[in-house]
């Protein structure tokens, strides 16, 4: 599975966006992009993923670029319950790599009042 | 409401002891995980089980042992083997898909806490 690379930490005002970026440049055609997060002493929690196409949900967007080297988690509206640690993760569908989420350090992301 | 329970949240015990860690899932779903979180690290796979009785070793499996005799549930096992036990351990579960297709979402438990002194 590729290797990603976040910036270790990240502030935001609360209320405004919260982009959070990832390179995985090894990406390959059929593996996904998947973001978690996880507060503090508590299970990690999916966000979204996507494969090629932007995706929005009631949590976030993820924009992918065209060459899906890099990607964005958009929070839109920042609050303090998001500060927490973001993981993008890159997966590969099927055989030996099924549900093998390799999760790295992430991005620690503090919404400040 | 459906989800998964770890139990319990913070476990203690002897160095040499053998301790089982608890991971129970009703929501029907085929593929459970075991991870170890070191402090300010990422999640390490352990183990992971596709289907009832079949599961396969993860990155760091040494010092472990799984079961998988029911669907629910996906016991793990910390032996006196495992080097550095103290951890938070997470367990996961996830939908099973074809086999081009990524489970797109991992469903995580609340966690143990493990110290062993």
């Known amino acids: 599975d590729a290797k990603t690379t976040q910036p270790p930490s990240m502030d935001c005002a609360e209320g405004r966006a919260a982009n959070l970026p990832c390179n995985h440049s090894?990406?390959?055609?059929?593996?996904?992009v998947y973001w978690y997060r996880q507060i503090h002493s508590q299970g990690p929690q999916y966000i979204i993923h996507?494969?090629?196409n932007n995706e929005t949900n009631e949590m976030a967007s993820l924009i992918i670029t065209e060459d899906r080297k890099s990607s964005t988690l958009i929070l839109p509206h920042a609050t303090l319950r998001d500060t927490a640690v973001y993981y993008c993760?890159?997966?590969?569908?099927?055989?030996?790599?099924?549900?093998?989420?390799?999760f790295g350090q992430g991005t620690i992301l503090t919404v400040h009042p | 409401d459906g989800g998964i329970t770890q139990s319990p949240k913070y476990l203690f015990r002897k160095e040499g002891q053998n301790v089982t860690l608890s991971c129970e899932q009703n929501l029907n779903h085929d593929a459970m995980y075991w991870y170890r979180q070191d402090p300010g690290q990422g999640l390490r796979l352990i183990y992971y089980?596709?289907?009832?009785?079949?599961?396969q070793k993860g990155d760091i499996a040494e010092g472990y042992s799984v079961s998988r005799e029911k669907k629910e549930s996906f016991p793990l096992t910390v032996t006196s083997a495992q080097k550095n036990p103290t951890a938070f351990y997470l367990c996961?579960?996830?939908?099973?898909?074809?086999?081009?297709?990524?489970?797109?979402?991992?469903?995580f438990g609340p966690g143990t806490r493990l110290t062993v002194t």
């Open positions: 089980s596709q289907i009832v009785n079949d599961f």
């Open positions: 996507g494969l090629k």
């Open positions: 090894t990406i390959s055609g059929n593996e996904y």
């Open positions: 996961a579960s996830s939908s099973y898909g074809s086999g081009t297709i990524s489970p797109h979402e991992q469903y």
């Open positions: 993760i890159v997966n590969r569908g099927g055989g030996t790599s099924y549900g093998k989420l390799t």
